[in-house]
């Protein structure tokens, strides 16, 4: 039961990490960016493909981020920036956005095979505490996501950027109104957030496998985890993860796996019949 | 050479009806949505257990697709065809995935990732239809019949209403019509034809598994309805038989067949992009 938990808390954390990256995107781009799946892995087969040179780990691991990055920085350069200079409307973007989706996929796919692969990152081993037992992989994910997630909110809460990055999510035409750039901080945000994705990216692919597929379903879990939080809300992002991952543990335990869809189909259903500005009281900024 | 143009023939005609689904939703109502995929899948599934296990006719066979796909998609949009247009969105994209799901996990229905062979062709007049050049026949009947459809229900009443609905939802509301009843008729309607282009598919190809009904198949879909044209009576005939057909160059060009379906999702994503570049402001002129 505690290995439930132990386990839940873990996926949490990456659907924590995917959830906060695409509401940030989400409440400053204005549209629903569904290539924001492909980023996910991206990341991974970013990590991958460096940690084949045998160049180390560490390497790997951060071109995950960076290639994450950089694919948000490209479509928000060549192609989202473009279409609302052009005055597009948010449909627009997001069928531009479906569009971007279906290539990066289907790029992935041509170019590294639909086979499954595998990151290595740590030599496994196993750490038994009690009952409990984790791998030095899923420690590391923990430590990395909780230390990334903890940065984000304080950026995003104490730094000017962050702040201005809340205020475009608010209320962009004041903001521009008041002589401030967006265009820069939606090219901020896109990137960082990709960046964010390809880390959960990384983060899954040493946990289970890469394979081209892999950002589908916690494309979904992420953006069920948003809603729950409430768009733009970043911290309710990242509790909607973690509350999502443990609930779906719990249910799987209990139930086979391959009911998860239907389940979070149902809770998606759920909250937005009554609740669909989120399950967090209001408390404030955050 | 004629079999291999009545082939592309039939898909022209398989993917112009998949393309009408779509367009009567997004096209004529304004509503976008990711699950023409799973209401093909349905239909094709419908038609292989139907025909293919219980020996039923094929034209059982295709309104057996259509009445699960309208009830399906019924119980679909009940909670959430209110919904903003996003989370609608989300909502018929995770529909999309849990037919995925199902189809590869209900194994002793659908036979899993293995898939359903041996759907036999229909028969007409006693004569299965064994030859492309015979079926192409049949669909190209089957495509004009929908066709029709599609325009008798444009230049109807219910067709004003979705052209209403699609430029100005709350004005349509305030004149005291629902929305939500009009929608979901749309939506129905959608899923009929889908299910229908999906029961073609299968009486055709004689095999179906779950791949073939996937997200990218809805994606696909769109993009032959918005390259094609919205709104457009000859907007998804023009769609699909622009993306059937050109991607049949890239054999031309030396493709690997493992290749290309690749190749062809990438075309279509491209296609995507490159209409909502040139038409920002809406893709209907």
Same mark, same amino acid.
């Given at each position: 039961?505690?290995?439930?938990?132990?386990?839940?808390?873990?996926?949490?954390?990456?659907?924590?990490?995917?959830?906060?990256?695409?509401?940030?995107?989400?409440?400053?781009?204005?549209?629903?960016?569904?290539?924001?799946?492909?980023?996910?892995?991206?990341?991974?087969?970013?990590?991958?493909?460096?940690?084949?040179?045998?160049?180390?780990?560490?390497?790997?691991?951060?071109?995950?981020?960076?290639?994450?990055?950089?694919?948000?920085?490209?479509?928000?350069?060549?192609?989202?920036?473009?279409?609302?200079?052009?005055?597009?409307?948010?449909?627009?973007?997001?069928?531009?956005?479906?569009?971007?989706?279906?290539?990066?996929?289907?790029?992935?796919?041509?170019?590294?095979?639909?086979?499954?692969?595998?990151?290595?990152?740590?030599?496994?081993?196993?750490?038994?505490?009690?009952?409990?037992?984790?791998?030095?992989?899923?420690?590391?994910?923990?430590?990395?996501?909780?230390?990334?997630?903890?940065?984000?909110?304080?950026?995003?809460?104490?730094?000017?950027?962050?702040?201005?990055?809340?205020?475009?999510?608010?209320?962009?035409?004041?903001?521009?109104?008041?002589?401030?750039?967006?265009?820069?901080?939606?090219?901020?945000?896109?990137?960082?957030?990709?960046?964010?994705?390809?880390?959960?990216?990384?983060?899954?692919?040493?946990?289970?496998?890469?394979?081209?597929?892999?950002?589908?379903?916690?494309?979904?879990?992420?953006?069920?985890?948003?809603?729950?939080?409430?768009?733009?809300?970043?911290?309710?992002?990242?509790?909607?993860?973690?509350?999502?991952?443990?609930?779906?543990?719990?249910?799987?335990?209990?139930?086979?796996?391959?009911?998860?869809?239907?389940?979070?189909?149902?809770?998606?259903?759920?909250?937005?019949?009554?609740?669909?500005?989120?399950?967090?009281?209001?408390?404030?900024?955050? | 050479?004629?079999?291999?143009? =009545?082939?592309?023939?039939?898909?022209? =005609?398989?993917?112009?009806?998949?393309?009408?689904?779509?367009?009567?939703?997004?096209?004529?109502?304004?509503?976008?949505?990711?699950?023409?995929?799973?209401?093909?899948?349905?239909?094709?599934?419908?038609?292989?257990?139907?025909?293919?296990?219980?020996?039923?006719?094929?034209?059982?066979?295709?309104?057996?697709?259509?009445?699960?796909?309208?009830?399906?998609?019924?119980?679909?949009?009940?909670?959430?065809?209110?919904?903003?247009?996003?989370?609608?969105?989300?909502?018929?994209?995770?529909?999309?995935?849990?037919?995925?799901?199902? =189809?590869?996990?209900?194994?002793?229905?659908?036979?899993?990732?293995?898939?359903?062979?041996?759907?036999?062709?229909?028969?007409?007049?006693?004569?299965?239809?064994?030859?492309?050049?015979?079926?192409?026949?049949?669909?190209?009947?089957?495509?004009?019949?929908?066709?029709?459809?599609?325009?008798?229900?444009?230049?109807?009443?219910?067709?004003?209403?979705?052209?209403?609905?699609?430029?100005?939802?709350?004005?349509? =509301?305030?004149?005291?019509?629902?929305?939500?009843?009009?929608?979901?008729?749309?939506?129905?309607?959608?899923?009929?034809?889908?299910?229908?282009?999906?029961?073609?598919?299968?009486?055709?190809?004689?095999?179906?598994?779950?791949?073939?009904?996937?997200?990218?198949?809805?994606?696909?879909?769109?993009?032959?309805?918005?390259?094609?044209?919205?709104?457009?009576?000859?907007?998804?005939?023009?769609?699909?038989?622009?993306?059937?057909?050109?991607?049949?160059?890239?054999?031309?060009?030396?493709?690997?067949?493992?290749?290309?379906?690749?190749?062809?999702?990438?075309?279509?994503?491209?296609?995507?992009?490159?209409?909502?570049?040139?038409?920002?402001?809406?893709?209907?002129?």
């Amino acid at each position: 039961m505690l290995q439930v938990l132990v386990n839940a808390v873990h996926d949490g954390i990456i659907y924590g990490l995917f959830a906060l990256s695409f509401t940030l995107i989400y409440s400053t781009s204005r549209f629903f960016y569904f290539a924001h799946a492909a980023t996910f892995a991206v990341g991974a087969y970013g990590a991958w493909i460096v940690l084949s040179a045998e160049v180390g780990f560490f390497a790997a691991f951060v071109s995950g981020v960076a290639t994450g990055a950089l694919l948000g920085l490209t479509a928000e350069l060549s192609v989202f920036r473009l279409l609302r200079r052009r005055g597009a409307e948010s449909r627009t973007l997001l069928i531009a956005g479906l569009g971007l989706f279906a290539i990066i996929q289907n790029f992935i796919s041509l170019f590294f095979g639909d086979d499954v692969k595998t990151l290595e990152g740590f030599e496994m081993k196993v750490i038994e505490a009690g009952s409990i037992r984790v791998t030095n992989n899923q420690t590391f994910a923990f430590i990395v996501g909780v230390s990334t997630l903890c940065l984000c909110l304080i950026f995003l809460n104490l730094s000017n950027l962050g702040r201005s990055i809340r205020a475009v999510g608010e209320d962009p035409d004041l903001f521009e109104a008041l002589g401030f750039d967006s265009d820069r901080v939606i090219l901020l945000t896109m990137t960082l957030g990709s960046g964010i994705a390809g880390l959960a990216g990384v983060l899954k692919a040493l946990d289970t496998n890469i394979t081209p597929l892999m950002g589908y379903q916690t494309f979904l879990m992420a953006t069920v985890a948003t809603i729950m939080g409430g768009i733009g809300r970043p911290l309710g992002a990242i509790l909607g993860g973690i509350a999502l991952a443990l609930v779906e543990h719990l249910f799987t335990w209990s139930f086979a796996l391959h009911w998860r869809e239907i389940f979070v189909f149902s809770v998606l259903i759920a909250v937005l019949l009554i609740k669909p500005e989120g399950l967090l009281r209001k408390p404030g900024r955050l | 050479m004629i079999e291999y143009l =009545a082939h592309l023939l039939i898909f022209v =005609a398989i993917f112009a009806i998949l393309a009408v689904s779509v367009d009567i939703l997004l096209g004529h109502t304004g509503v976008l949505s990711l699950a023409q995929g799973a209401f093909f899948g349905l239909g094709a599934y419908s038609y292989a257990i139907a025909v293919g296990q219980f020996r039923s006719s094929w034209i059982a066979g295709v309104i057996l697709g259509m009445v699960l796909a309208a009830t399906a998609s019924l119980l679909l949009a009940i909670p959430s065809l209110r919904l903003k247009g996003d989370y609608f969105l989300l909502v018929t994209f995770a529909f999309q995935l849990i037919f995925t799901s199902l =189809a590869i996990n209900l194994e002793r229905v659908t036979r899993g990732s293995r898939g359903i062979t041996g759907i036999p062709r229909p028969t007409l007049l006693g004569y299965q239809l064994q030859s492309n050049s015979r079926f192409v026949m049949l669909a190209i009947l089957e495509f004009g019949v929908i066709l029709i459809v599609l325009a008798r229900v444009s230049s109807s009443p219910l067709g004003r209403i979705l052209h209403a609905i699609r430029e100005d939802e709350i004005l349509v =509301a305030s004149l005291g019509k629902s929305v939500v009843k009009v929608k979901m008729v749309a939506f129905s309607l959608s899923a009929a034809l889908a299910s229908v282009a999906g029961s073609i598919y299968a009486q055709y190809i004689g095999y179906i598994d779950p791949s073939s009904s996937g997200v990218f198949l809805s994606i696909s879909a769109l993009s032959m309805a918005i390259v094609g044209g919205l709104g457009r009576i000859a907007g998804p005939l023009a769609g699909a038989s622009l993306l059937v057909v050109l991607p049949e160059f890239l054999r031309f060009v030396g493709v690997p067949g493992s290749y290309a379906a690749n190749v062809r999702q990438i075309l279509y994503g491209l296609l995507l992009v490159v209409v909502a570049m040139r038409r920002p402001r809406g893709l209907m002129d």
